[in-house]
């Protein structure tokens, strides 16, 4: 763990959800970011938010990150789309099969 106030001028702190998974798949070097402490109850819990990385690993580590975050908004939206296609299709089998149960059971005489 590295103190955000103790960093030393080689390094760049990123304080960004999922960053650390880029800089494991790239293996980079990184520490998580100790910010300070939380009291919770009595309890002094430690924040940590965020990696701090070597400064000639900053560049290529923002871009990665940008593509991730680029294919990670790609994959959300196809998933929201198959979801609405499934919901479409269960909707329109729903309604296919009415129909022909009311055609072979003759609906119309219960109305």
């Known amino acids: 763990n590295v103190e955000l106030a103790l960093i030393n001028p080689g390094l760049v702190h990123f304080e960004v959800r999922g960053i650390a998974k880029v800089a494991k798949k790239l293996a980079i ?5 100790l910010l300070g402490f939380e009291g919770h109850g009595g309890n002094r819990t430690p924040t940590i938010r965020g990696i701090v990385v070597h400064e000639h690993n900053a560049d290529l580590l923002r871009c990665a990150y940008t593509e991730w975050e680029s294919q990670a908004v790609e994959q959300e939206h196809a998933q929201r789309r198959k979801a609405i296609y499934g919901r479409w299709k269960r909707l329109i ?8 149960l009311d055609r ?8």
Do not use: I, S
């Not at 089998?93 to 022909?100: A, S």
């Not at 003759?106 to 109305?111: A, L």
């Open 29 to 33: 070097p990184y520490a998580p970011c």
């Open 93 to 100: 089998v729903g309604m296919l099969t009415k129909e022909r």
């Open 104 to 111: 072979q059971y003759g609906g119309e005489e219960n109305k």
